[in-house]
């Protein structure tokens, strides 16, 4: 995986990104959303592949997306302390 600085800061986030808008409790804001375990699944394929970039909106999915990603990152975040 290729990364970049962000803006002038120290932090070095990946040239992919993935979009969350597709995440979300369905019929919140389109019914072809992905559930929670579904966009875990892909969030773990993608820190896998070392992509680190998430791209989400409080308005995606009536901020549902948020939770999820949110949720899966701190579970992943969890196993790795202990």
Do not use: Q
Request: charged share 25%.
């Amino acid at each position: 995986m290729k990364y970049a600085k962000l803006g002038t800061s120290e932090l070095e986030v990946s040239k992919l990104c993935v979009g969350c808008m597709s995440f979300g409790e369905a019929g919140t804001m389109h019914d072809w959303t992905l559930d929670e375990s579904a966009s875990d699944e892909l969030i773990k394929y993608a820190l896998d592949l070392g992509i680190n970039f998430f791209d989400t909106a409080n308005v995606y999915s009536a901020g549902t997306s948020e939770e999820y990603l949110g949720r899966s990152l701190k579970s992943m975040l969890d196993v790795r302390i202990s």
